[in-house]
């Protein structure tokens, strides 16, 4: 089993940044894939962002690219989301995810990002 916790959501004005956090515990060895997903308020959750834990490669939705930066640090345990240009449609809770070598899905309980003046 993998635990996920996430930081690092707020309250941003649009054109600002904030970097999400998420720390990996459990049989993290197991992990093959760390991402993000978000879901607004009445949509379906939706794939931001991945990274391959031991090969480093790196996936984004088309509606972040440019915007959106993941990246891992191992010795941590940690995935980040660095989010800048943000704008109201970003508003969503955020959650972190992990897919095992064994296709097994984790998710963190979320963390809020509102973007709005």
């Known amino acids: 089993q993998v635990e996920l916790v996430e930081s690092g959501g707020g309250l941003v004005q649009p054109g600002g940044s904030l970097r999400l956090s998420c720390a990996a515990s459990?049989?993290?060895?197991?992990?093959?894939?760390m991402g993000w997903y978000r879901q607004g308020s009445g949509k379906q959750r939706e794939f931001v962002a991945a990274?391959?834990?031991?090969?480093?490669?790196?996936n984004y939705a088309d509606s972040v690219k440019g915007r959106f930066t993941i990246s891992r640090d191992n010795t941590k345990d940690t995935v980040y989301l660095q989010m800048n240009s943000l704008q109201p449609e970003d508003t969503a809770v955020y959650y972190c995810?992990?897919?095992?070598?064994?296709?097994?899905?984790?998710w963190g309980t979320g963390t809020l990002v509102t973007v709005s003046s």
């Open positions: 995810h992990t897919r095992t070598l064994g296709g097994m899905d984790n």
């Open positions: 459990g049989n993290i060895f197991s992990i093959k894939f």
């Open positions: 990274v391959g834990t031991t090969s480093g490669n790196t």
